[in-house]
């Protein structure tokens, strides 16, 4: 694969994408490998580049890509329907915010192992999930709802005792099938509700 030119001074993630509770931690290092691929025309970079980049698949790319878009911290500057060309909103202030960091190296250092090894566990995690055999949208849904974070910072699932993923799928696909049997259930009551209540008005006149 040919390599991407960087315009990259270091690892730097904006403030409103680190504290962001709805961004994955695959999500937050794809907007700086984004970021780092910012040169002056933008980042050429392809979904197939960045799966390999992160070992995961182009699919969690896609959906990952369009999350970013749509929570405005990536723009899509031109698509000819074969290249794409993204640019990070925040790239003007990283020279500015490269230039405030404090601290000592041995900080940051360890500070950056930590996260690492989070984003590590994440994408593993999530990728884990996204190759289960079953529904795409519902394994987003599923991946969202255990990723969310308390007022702790802490996830749902960090917050759990135990945890197996193929088991909490299970049960969440048997929760999902039944809740929408309920709702068709529901459904077709109130209709023929509806259709006994107009059938009685229509005898009454």
């Not at 700086?32 to 182009?58: M, R």
């Not at 090894?117 to 987003?140: A, F, G, R």
Request: hydrophobic residues 30%; proline residues 1%; charged residues 35%.
């Amino acid at each position: 694969m040919k390599e991407n030119k960087r315009n990259f001074l270091g690892v730097w993630l904006p403030r409103d994408v680190y504290l962001d509770k709805k961004l994955s931690w695959t999500e937050k290092i794809l907007y700086v490998e984004i970021q780092s691929l910012d040169n002056e025309q933008g980042c050429f970079a392809s979904n197939e580049y960045f799966a390999e980049f992160l070992d995961v698949s182009t699919t969690t790319i896609s959906i990952s890509i369009s999350k970013l878009k749509k929570l405005g911290y990536v723009k899509c500057i031109s698509f000819d329907g074969r290249r794409r060309i993204l640019k990070s909103a925040f790239k003007n202030l990283e020279k500015q915010a490269l230039r405030k960091l404090k601290g000592t190296i041995k900080e940051n250092l360890k500070h950056n192992n930590t996260i690492n090894n989070s984003i590590k566990l994440s994408i593993k995690w999530e990728d884990e999930i996204m190759s289960l055999d079953y529904p795409k949208e519902m394994k987003i849904d599923f991946i969202e709802y255990w990723q969310e974070k308390s007022k702790s910072g802490k996830t749902r699932q960090s917050l759990e005792k135990t945890w197996c993923s193929k088991r909490r799928m299970k049960t969440w696909s048997k929760n999902d099938k039944k809740w929408n049997h309920n709702n068709t259930k529901k459904s077709i009551t109130n209709s023929m509700d509806n259709y006994l209540k107009a059938k009685q008005k229509l005898m009454g006149q």
